[in-house]
């Protein structure tokens, strides 16, 4: 994920962890890579964040709708 400093792939890396797409399903690790992203401001990882906390009112982004 470009050594940690893109944003788009740490959002992927969380989805990857969240699903367990290639990688063993974990959430923490989810939520550390979903993290990273939402710190650079992208907005469909904060949505991933609240969502996988439980703190979700809506029915999620685009990308974790559709995952693209």
Known sequence: ADNGKSSLGQYYMGYM??????VSANKDR????????AAQGDSDAADAVKRLEGKSTGGGSFRDRFGN
């Open 17 to 22: 962890y969240e699903n367990g797409y290639g």
């Open 30 to 37: 989810a939520l550390e890579y979903y993290r990273l992203s």
